[in-house]
């Protein structure tokens, strides 16, 4: 629950996400051990979504297909690398269903618009400072409306649904009076490190799958990129980033929402 760690500085006791065999459910379990074994020899996987090198006797997760028609569905098995590696029709999964909370206000706010908006605001805004006092007083979100006409137009419109007072002026910004906003909200955009440290709130990384959605739409609209499905290819999202923290927290997003992230 720190986000991604490097496996040898993971220590017993983190919590980490963790996949149940049985149904497919991912949740938050905490290290009972490390292992260490000494081995002159490893097998590796590689793949553009994988890369893992492991000891001959490994206990390795996968899936094997069962059934035909509409009972066809793959079950999940556990054998060692040096067996599985004799083994065919065998995949190793990279997500689960995830069982999140969801709740109607965040903040004071529709859960889902306010979580869009706090998509938007990591990827384009930014507060501005009080000239005399120095506190922060204006929360601005970058947007070009002659570039990005419909995006600006999704924009206003979530504004007037959370009630938000907002303007847009020529340097092709939308300011939105903080008078409006609730101090729980306040409390997190003030909060927000500046773009190499930014990184998404702890409590929206709890949050039922429609709420994590609508935060990934923030997200990708303000800083990333959708590429619509072909050749036999899915559906892909791309989010670009100078922030270490905002990255491992966008994939643990994309993870948690049953996306294969790199």
């Known amino acids: ?79 060692t690398t040096e067996d599985l590696w004799k083994l065919t029709n065998r995949r190793i999964p990279l997500t689960g269903i995830w069982n999140g909370e969801f709740v109607e206000n965040i903040y004071g706010y529709n859960s889902v618009d306010i979580a869009e908006f706090i998509g938007w605001y990591i990827a384009e805004g930014h507060c ?21 006409k419909e995006k600006c137009e999704r924009l206003e419109k979530l504004f007037d649904r959370l009630g938000f007072k907002w303007s847009y002026c020529a340097d092709n910004h939308y300011y939105i009076s903080c008078k409006t906003l609730t101090r729980e909200l306040k409390d997190i955009l003030y909060g927000m490190p500046k773009s190499l440290e930014k990184e998404i709130p702890k409590e929206l990384l709890k949050m039922d799958k429609v709420i994590m959605n609508s935060l990934l739409s923030g997200l990708i609209l303000g800083d990333g990129c959708t590429v619509a499905p072909q050749e036999g290819r899915k559906e892909r999202k791309t989010y670009h980033t100078a922030s270490f923290k905002l990255a491992s927290d966008v994939q643990t997003l994309a993870t948690l929402l049953g996306y294969a992230s790199t």
Not at 12 to 39: C, H, W
Not at 62 to 68: A, D, N
Not at 128 to 148: L, P, R
């Open 1 to 79: 629950d720190k986000g991604w760690v490097s496996i040898e500085n993971v220590s017993v006791g983190d919590n980490v996400l963790t996949r149940r065999d049985i149904d497919g459910v991912v949740e938050y379990k905490p290290v009972q051990a490390k292992p260490e074994v000494y081995s002159e020899f490893l097998y590796k996987y590689e793949s553009p979504s994988i890369y893992l090198e492991t000891t001959a006797k490994h206990t390795m997760v996968v899936e094997r297909p069962r059934g035909s028609g509409d009972n066809y569905r793959w079950e999940t098995e556990r054998v």
């Open 128 to 148: 501005v400072h009080d000239k005399v006092t120095d506190n922060k007083s204006t929360v601005c979100i970058a947007q070009k409306k002659s570039v990005n």
